[in-house]
């Protein structure tokens, strides 16, 4: 074999090693993104749902400190029943999607990927061709093995923190890679709190109509 073509064999090879390297990463780490985030929506929504429900004491407290109109005791109660949907629409939708059992999921399926990272970091060409595609399998099995999916934000956040491993998304210049950057960071945020809005704008809302049509005009008892 020629040097010429032992150089385009070992270069063929680097781009393969390179490749599974890139792709082993970028999913060890939207994995571990994926373990921590439902982690975290875990314990968020056992919170939301908390406030939720001390919210509609408190209201239902509200006749006890004010003297109110009938129109009043109507906005309260309109007010308790919302509030009341939204805790058990709340709890039904995060329950059934059991967060801390893909957290687990997840987190092992990205520690397998450590794993696997390691034992193929140091290889550069000097590699058989039925030894990569020994790893290659190894990877796959890994990925096959979990039977759940991440969803997007956390893809969307890696691209936000780890540019590195998306050249071909920051390949615009310097305000064209703060523009992507922006752009999947944007997403990210969007993504992964879009589950609360209507929790959160709930209470809000709530709270804004309580202001004007009881606290500001409403006499203590």
């Given at each position: ?8 064999d ?7 090693i ?31 749902i ?123 210049g ?5 523009i ?42």
């Amino acid at each position: 074999m020629s040097d010429e073509n032992k150089n385009q064999d070992n270069q063929f090879i680097h781009n393969r090693i390179r490749d599974l390297k890139r792709r082993i990463e970028i999913t060890r780490d939207i994995r571990f993104k994926a373990a921590n985030g439902l982690s975290k929506r875990n314990t968020t929504s056992m919170y939301i749902i908390s406030t939720l429900s001390l919210y509609v004491i408190g209201i239902a407290l509200i006749p006890t400190i004010f003297r109110l109109e009938t129109y009043q005791n109507a906005i309260i109660s309109a007010l308790s029943i919302v509030l009341s949907i939204f805790i058990i629409f709340t709890s039904i939708i995060e329950g059934t999607k059991d967060h801390r059992y893909l957290s687990r999921v997840f987190h092992e399926c990205a520690s397998k990927l450590v794993t696997l990272n390691i034992e193929i970091r140091d290889i550069n060409t000097d590699i058989s061709e039925d030894r990569l595609c020994e790893l290659t399998n190894k990877y796959n099995f890994i990925i096959e093995d979990c039977k759940e999916n991440h969803d997007d934000v956390y893809y969307y956040k890696i691209i936000s923190e780890r540019p590195d491993l998306f050249p071909k998304e920051y390949n615009r210049g310097l305000i064209g890679n703060k523009i992507t950057y922006l752009k999947y960071l944007s997403l990210a945020f969007v993504y992964e709190y879009r589950w609360m809005f209507f929790q959160i704008s709930s209470i809000i809302a709530s709270s804004i109509i309580i202001y004007i049509y009881i606290i500001r005009v409403a006499e203590f008892i």
